[in-house]
């Protein structure tokens, strides 16, 4: 069974950095060939895609993190990073990482396109 485990979220100021990292447990001879992505919730807000990134590391951002947030992969060490810099306090929220049974992403980072999830990391960013 697949598992997705997330690390690195914490509290930082604005303009700070942080990286998240998803650690993939399970599934491993076919980590390769999934497409990967980054979510993150706010209290009564809907989840929302962040990054992706398929196969080929073709990667997608949201508007709202394009030039700050970079996403990427380690596929010899099944580990899916997320990096983050110049943070806002409207970056504050719980980050989900999530596998796609797919080798390719879609070109909306939508939640009901992802089929395993991490149980989240929580990032506070503080003026």
């Known amino acids: 069974q697949t598992q997705l485990v997330e690390s690195g979220g914490d509290s930082v100021q604005t303009g700070g950095s942080l990286r998240l990292s998803c650690r993939i447990e399970?599934?491993?001879?076919?980590?390769?060939?999934?497409?990967m992505g980054w979510f993150r919730q706010s209290p009564g807000k809907e989840r929302e895609g962040v990054a992706s990134i398929d196969i080929d590391s073709k990667t997608t951002y949201s508007d709202s993190v394009k030039g700050r947030f970079t996403i990427s992969r380690d596929n010899d060490k099944t580990v899916l990073y997320l990096q983050m810099d110049g943070l806002k306090p409207d970056d504050t929220a719980t980050y989900y990482c999530?596998?796609?049974?797919?080798?390719?992403?879609?070109?909306?980072?939508?939640?009901?396109?992802?089929?395993?999830w991490g149980q989240g990391t929580q990032v506070t960013v503080s003026s």
């Open positions: 999530a596998a796609r049974w797919d080798a390719y992403c879609p070109q909306e980072t939508t939640a009901e396109r992802f089929d395993a």
């Open positions: 399970g599934y491993h001879s076919h980590w390769r060939n999934l497409c």
